[in-house]
Structures are given as C-alpha cells and as structure tokens.
C-alpha cells in the first residue's frame, strides 16, 4: 500500500513527540538499507542545511521617527549606504553594498574588508551602529540631516528580506585562462591551477526537493540562526535537470528562494558579513528547509547522496564573464568532495566554498527543533514553478531604441 | 641596507629604561616601531626595524640591559571563532597546512607546515587568519 502522509498528521506527531526526524545524511543509509516504502513508512521529517555567501540579501529597516521628522532622501550606515527610495524612515540595506570612498579594486586585488553583510553581522552583535541621513526637507519633515548612533534594538522592524538565496546546485569554478582570477568562487589559479565548487551537496534545501514538491511560499524555515519564512520563488528560477551535449541527465538545477524573516530573532554566528579578495563584500546566510515525506516520491527526493548530484564545471577564466557556452561536463559531489576532480583530462585540486560542516549543524538543529516539538511544519500557500514549467532565462540586450 | 626586524623582550626591571634613545643616540640607529606594549614595573615586548652600520653593537647592548632580543618570526593564527569550515583556504595555501579533514570536512591548521606565506589572509572570506607578531 502506497505511504500518504498529510501535513496535519506530521504536525500532530510532532506536537505528541512522536515524530521521527532526519537529516538529509542520516536519511540516505537508512533507505538504503530499508528502502524507499519502509523509509517512507518510519520517517516523518527530513531536515536540510547550508551555510553559504548569498549575495542577494538584506535588511528592510525601520529607524523611528526624529524629532524634528525626516524624509530621509540618502542613507548611510557605518558609511554603507542603503536605499532609502521608499517611505521617510525606511531603508533597505544590501548585502553587497560597499561604503562610500572604499577603493574597489583600484588598488587590485581590491581587499573589500567591509560593507552591507558586515553592518548586519554588527548589528546582530549588538554594536551600535552610526546612522547618517541627508534630506530637502518639507513642511511635514522639515529636517534636514542627522547623525546618531542606533543599535538593532532601538529600531522598530529589522526584516531580513533576501531575494534570491539557497541555490539549488551551483557551478563548479575553474580558470582557463593563463592569469590569475579573482571572482566570487575564489582566487583561481591560471591553467586549471584549481576549483571551487559551492553547495552542501547531499545536505542542501532544493537538491532534496528537486521538483518543488514540498518547499513553497510560507513554508516555515531555519534562518539566520532564528525562524524564517520562504517569500517567493528566488530572482534567477530557472528549475531544470542539467543535460550534457548528449543529453544524459545530471539531475536538477537552476531553482532559487526568496526568504524573509525578523532579523531581531536572529544570530550573529549565522549570518556572516563576508569579504571576497578582488570581488567585493557579501553575506554568509545559512537556511535549513524541513521536508516533510508525505509519501514514497518525497522519500526518494531527500535519499539523494553526492554520487547522484553533479556540479556543472564552468571557466570563469573566459567564458563565464563573456556570456558564453562553456563544454567542460560535470563533477559529482563525491568526486568535488573528495579534494580532486579531472577537468579537460587533467586531475586538478577541488575545495569549497560552503561550509559543509555548518551545513550538517544546521540541519542537526532543526531536527531538534522539531523533536522538542517546538518548530511545526507548514503547508505551502502556493507551491512554487518547477522544471515542468520550463521558465527559460532571459537575456539582456544592448540596444538603442 | 635592509632594516632587522627584531623583537625585544623586557624584564619589569628594564622597562623603565630610555633604551630606545641609547640605540638612536649611541649606536646611530635608525627605528621604526612597528608594536610596543611596555608598561612601569611590568613584563614588555616591544617589535622593531633597525637600520645602522653599529646594528651589532646595538643589540650587544640591548642583551647588556638584560632584554631578550629574538628575530621576528612571524606567525599565522587561526581565529577559531571566526572560522566555519567553509574550505575556500585549502585550495589556495601552498603546503597544505590548511586542508579539509575527511569525511568530517572540518579545515584543519597545521602550523608546523606553514610558511607564513599570508596567502590565506588575504582570500579567507571570513577574516579567520590572522598574522601576529
């Protein structure tokens, strides 16, 4: 007989401490050895996790209102500025932001030792922060300007609002060209000198719900150490199985999460201001995506082990930065993992980029959540576009009118 | 002339003493204090660059006073707090003194093969790897 299991009978375990949690790495052997009906049958919940730089995040913020008022027209914190293009004391920091005056990479590599991550991570802290405001003025918000310091208490509402984070799979990065590179997978070496490669694998939220099943808008997450919330689909979804020129299947790709949260139920040690030599700066956000296995299918989505899961090798030496198609296969999580992988016929060195170990912490901690009984799970609102709709990506054009 | 770099190492009894003025005065040393903590009556350290054809008399005079002068061996520390084991250091340190141990792959510092390249200092996404003197 077929397993079906519904949403409110997986939280009414869980609320009675019955429920049987996993992570998605426990989960793997247990179906091996069982297989996929009698997992299924045992087997409640599936926890995910990873912990990796996510470059389309930030924070809406709200400061209160000064006294006189202000229409705050430009923004700065710690020097970062944030965009304050919304109402008079809302503004929306970015991660990626840098501070005015930071030299880049005039001086290349360009060290980028601080921006928007880094004034989160600081508020997370506790730090008090220097807030600095331009303004025209008007006749209800006649100031001007203002300087103060504000910490992540003083204000009304932090909302960690990331538009696009949680990749379901991501490239694998090698350099072709014959200088160094300095990109957002790392320093690359020249001629194939090494790779980066940047997902959990195995452990990872979308690679175990390949086809958008369970994880949609309003489920119930692990964010940034607290309670979060998926929003959207991510900017960027582009859901589909990765095929090589002979068209055999590398399994799923391309899917992405926007996420929301209350950055003040929030951790410092699990969303990180992050600096990439000769890229810029950025936030390290960890996510853990629970999956409830409401029948056989799911079971066999969230028992994927590195061996079925395939990175595709992109040069970032040339043809990433040119837009152009790049040939050099695949690389499984086991192979990338094991430290080497053989691109062009060569055994060059892997390492990561996303913390694995995290990753396993991550996913450790809402198991417990849900044994404890504290952290139920949610039944999506609208369940979010999968392969089968085929979105393609679009490109931009250079064009007059 | 190439400046030493040196390291100093005070005694409480010493620190007390307006050694750094003997060296200019004295020995016609040119100095460059890259990190002092000297406090009255207590242990200090003090990091330098000196420069002067009297260079050896100098530091026969510094181990006079009783001071311990050593060379600057400069070293790379990890930030344990800091560091999550994210591994983007391993592909890039040139003796493998970071490495991803297996199957746990948690970065692991060996210090004993690091050469204090710095390398890892500069791409470590998190600020774990600092130099200290």
């Given at each position: 007989m077929a397993i079906e299991k519904t949403y409110a009978e997986i939280n009414e375990k869980i609320k009675s401490g019955k429920a049987v949690v996993l992570t998605a790495e426990e989960v793997i052997g247990l179906v091996e050895e069982k297989g996929l009906t009698e997992a299924a049958r045992q087997v409640d919940v599936v926890t995910t996790g990873t912990f990796a730089p996510m470059c389309s995040s930030g924070v809406f913020l709200n400061f209160g209102h000064s006294k006189p008022k202000m229409k705050m027209q430009k923004v700065w914190l710690n020097g970062v500025p944030a965009y304050s293009g919304i109402a008079a004391v809302d503004a929306y920091l970015g991660a990626t932001e840098l501070p005015e005056g930071d030299p880049c990479n005039n001086n290349y590599p360009?060290?980028?030792?601080?921006g928007g991550g880094h004034v989160i991570q600081d508020l997370l802290m506790g730090k008090k922060v220097k807030l600095e405001a331009t303004a025209y003025g008007t006749?209800?918000?006649?100031?001007?300007e203002l300087e103060t310091y504000i910490t992540l208490d003083d204000m009304n509402e932090a909302t960690l609002f990331n538009p696009r984070n949680s990749y379901q799979n991501y490239n694998c990065g090698v350099n072709l060209s014959n200088r160094v590179i300095y990109t957002y997978m790392g320093v690359l070496k020249p001629n194939l000198g090494n790779a980066h490669y940047c997902s959990a694998g195995q452990l990872s939220p979308l690679l175990n719900d390949p086809y958008f099943l369970t994880i949609g808008m309003g489920t119930k997450i692990f964010l940034g150490g607290g309670i979060g919330y998926v929003a959207w689909n991510g900017t960027q979804h582009f859901p589909e199985i990765q095929k090589d020129a002979a068209g055999h299947s590398y399994g799923p790709a391309g899917g992405t999460l926007s996420v929301v949260g209350d950055?003040?139920?929030?951790?410092a040690n699990w969303l990180l201001g992050t600096s990439f030599l000769g890229y810029g700066v950025t936030l390290s956000v960890s996510i853990g995506i629970p999956i409830p296995v409401l029948n056989e299918e799911v079971m066999r989505c969230v028992s994927v082990s590195d061996r079925d899961l395939y990175a595709p090798i992109v040069d970032y030496g040339e043809a990433y930065g040119q837009r152009l198609p790049s040939d050099l296969g695949f690389a499984s999580y086991a192979e990338l993992k094991s430290g080497t992988i053989t691109v062009n016929g060569q055994k060059i060195p892997a390492a990561p980029l996303s913390s694995y170990p995290k990753a396993r912490e991550i996913a450790a901690t809402l198991k417990e959540w849900i044994c404890k009984g504290d952290f139920l799970l949610t039944e999506p609102v609208k369940l979010l576009p999968s392969y089968r709709d085929g979105i393609q990506s679009k490109k931009l054009e250079i064009r007059g009118l | 002339m190439a400046p030493n770099k040196i390291i100093l190492r005070f005694g409480e009894n010493t620190s007390d003493q307006p050694i750094i003025y003997r060296l200019v005065k004295d020995y016609d040393l040119v100095i460059n204090i890259l990190k002092a903590n000297v406090n009255p009556n207590k242990e200090g350290t003090m990091v330098l660059e000196l420069t002067g054809e009297k260079y050896e008399e100098g530091l026969g005079y510094l181990r006079d006073q009783g001071i311990r002068v050593q060379p600057l061996a400069e070293e790379v520390f990890r930030n344990e707090e800091r560091c999550?084991?994210?591994?983007?250091c391993t592909g890039i340190c040139p003796t493998h003194a970071l490495s991803l141990e297996r199957p746990s792959m948690e970065v692991k510092f060996d210090s004993d093969n690091c050469?204090?390249?710095q390398l890892c200092v500069k791409v470590c996404p998190l600020k774990a790897m600092e130099v200290r003197f």
């Open positions: 360009g060290e980028f030792r601080y006749d209800c918000y006649p100031r001007r950055l003040k139920q929030m951790n | 999550i084991s994210c591994g983007a050469i204090v390249c």
